[in-house]
């Protein structure tokens, strides 16, 4: 039973942040222009502080094959390159970092 407890309060934490923003549209276009902007940029925010750490500790001693693709994504994004490229160039840059 214990374990079925488990179960349901993960897949409740894991389902009630991709509801909510349903639910949540018309409220979200009530509120300033600034504050509604920061809302959509959010979920980017959170996924870049859980990336970015990863990217400089994942290599060891190279850690700056890592470092390397992040910046070459974050400027493929800059010049609003479209995000496959940007994945790619990322790709293509870390792993020819690594073999150097």
């Not at 389902?15 to 979920?43: E, H, Q």
């Not at 959170?46 to 190279?62: E, K, Y």
């Not at 700056?64 to 010049?79: D, E, W």
């Amino acid at each position: 039973m214990n374990k079925l407890l488990l179960i349901a309060v993960c897949s409740a934490v894991t389902l009630l942040p991709r509801i909510i923003p349903y639910f949540a549209s018309s409220f979200l276009m009530r509120l300033p222009r600034f504050v509604r902007k920061c809302m959509m940029l959010l979920p980017v925010a959170s996924l870049g502080a859980l990336i970015f750490p990863l990217a400089l500790t994942d290599f060891g001693p190279q850690w700056y094959a890592g470092l390397v693709g992040v910046i070459a994504a974050f400027l493929t994004s800059l010049l609003k390159g479209p995000m496959i490229l940007a994945i790619v160039i990322a790709l293509v840059s870390t792993t020819l970092m690594l073999l150097i």
